[in-house]
């Protein structure tokens, strides 16, 4: 089965701070995602990873920045935590072609 | 640019009953490939089904149904006598261009009533 795992389940942080969301996916897959979930807006691309060092911006990719440096690990960087970053992150992994992502748990992540 | 639209954000069927979850997505590109993802209460994301653009052929897989029509860019999801356990929100995605983006619709609440 494919395991797409994320660091922390849940993470509170003071604004300002540095965060760093780590997810690391054991099916060899070529493409990585980061999603964020709000109520009302359903998942929303922030950026995507089609090879290790490569990435792409999705649709709101501002106030973050991510970075691959391996192949099964994709980490999601907020450079400095607002409270408008408050929100649910998915990471997930798919493999090349036409294929289903698999999405990891979840981190819930609170800027206070 | 692409796009899903889920218009129904939430329903509430009792047990048993028929819903069907709309699902109307937008694309430039010939070839793409539309999903269905059920994201229980516990969070994480559930793969349901995966459909090509040359396939318009309806699948059903148990008490599950797609339909899929290119006419009126639609891919509509069908749960027949519904059960508590489908309690959820489903959300339908669209992946297509050269990097086989998936985008997202805001998805569907489902509420089976006892």
């Known amino acids: 089965d494919v395991k797409v795992t994320q660091s922390s389940r849940y993470l509170v942080k003071r604004t300002g701070e540095k965060v760093f969301l780590e997810c690391v996916q054991d099916m060899d897959h070529e493409n990585m995602f980061w999603y964020r979930q709000d109520p009302g807006l359903g998942l929303r691309l922030i950026y995507f990873?089609?090879?290790?060092?490569?990435?792409e911006k999705g649709d709101i990719p501002e106030g973050y920045s991510v970075s691959r440096e391996k192949k099964e690990r994709f980490s999601l960087i907020l450079e400095s935590a607002s409270t408008n970053q408050t929100s649910m992150y998915l990471c997930?992994?798919?493999?090349?072609?036409?294929?289903?992502?698999?999405f990891g748990q979840g981190t819930r992540l609170t800027v206070v | 640019a692409q796009k899903v639209t889920q218009a129904q954000t939430e329903i509430s069927v009792v047990e048993k009953e028929d819903v069907t979850l709309d699902c109307v997505y937008e694309?430039?590109?010939?070839?793409?490939?539309l999903f269905w993802y059920k994201q229980p209460p516990s969070g994480e994301l559930v793969f349901l089904i995966r459909r090509n653009s040359f396939d318009e052929q309806n699948e059903i897989s148990g008490r599950y149904s797609w339909n899929f029509q290119k006419s009126t860019s639609s891919f509509n999801f069908t749960i027949t006598a519904s059960q508590v356990v489908d309690s959820a929100v489903y959300f339908c995605a669209l992946a297509s261009g050269g990097y086989q983006k998936v985008t997202f619709g805001t998805g569907t609440k489902l509420q089976v009533i006892p």
């Open positions: 694309t430039r590109d010939t070839t793409y490939y």
């Open positions: 990873s089609y090879d290790v060092k490569m990435k």
């Open positions: 997930a992994s798919r493999d090349r072609g036409w294929t289903e992502a698999f």
